[in-house]
């Protein structure tokens, strides 16, 4: 049974940073294989795709609200993959899910929601102003 566990989430003030990270397991999982990536869920709204990257991490995609401040890498040696944040807004609160999926694909865009395999449990992320 595939487990994805995120962690690094907390309270942060507006324009501070943080880094999410997501270990898969067990070790046997061929984690390389797949693209992985985050996505988040506001109180109330729908979960939206936030960040991927593919099985080598030679391709990258972001969603427009996290262009220029958040960026994603993964280690595949260790089944792991994070999420550095900075320039933190309020509207960046949600509870934020590593996410992975698209198996045997090269491209990032690739992660859609539904093509995702396996799902974290979520980790809170709060914005004060």
């Known amino acids: 049974q595939v487990q994805l566990v995120e962690s690094g989430g907390g309270l942060v003030q507006a324009g501070g940073s943080l880094r999410l990270y997501c270990v898969a397991s067990?070790?046997?999982?061929?984690?390389?294989?797949?693209?992985v990536g985050w996505f988040r869920q506001a109180p109330g709204k729908e979960r939206e795709f936030v960040a991927s990257i593919s099985r080598y991490g030679g391709s990258e995609a972001y969603a427009d609200p996290a262009k220029g401040r958040f960026t994603i890498a993964r280690n595949n040696a260790e089944n792991t993959m994070w999420l550095h944040m900075s320039s933190l807004k309020p509207e960046d609160t949600a509870v934020y899910y590593c996410?992975?999926?698209?198996?045997?694909?090269?491209?990032?865009?690739?992660?859609?929601?539904?093509?995702?395999?396996?799902w974290g449990q979520g980790t809170q992320v709060t914005v004060s102003s």
């Open positions: 996410a992975v999926g698209a198996e045997y694909s090269d491209s990032a865009r690739d992660l859609r929601d539904d093509r995702v395999d396996y």
């Open positions: 067990p070790r046997s999982f061929n984690f390389g294989n797949y693209a």
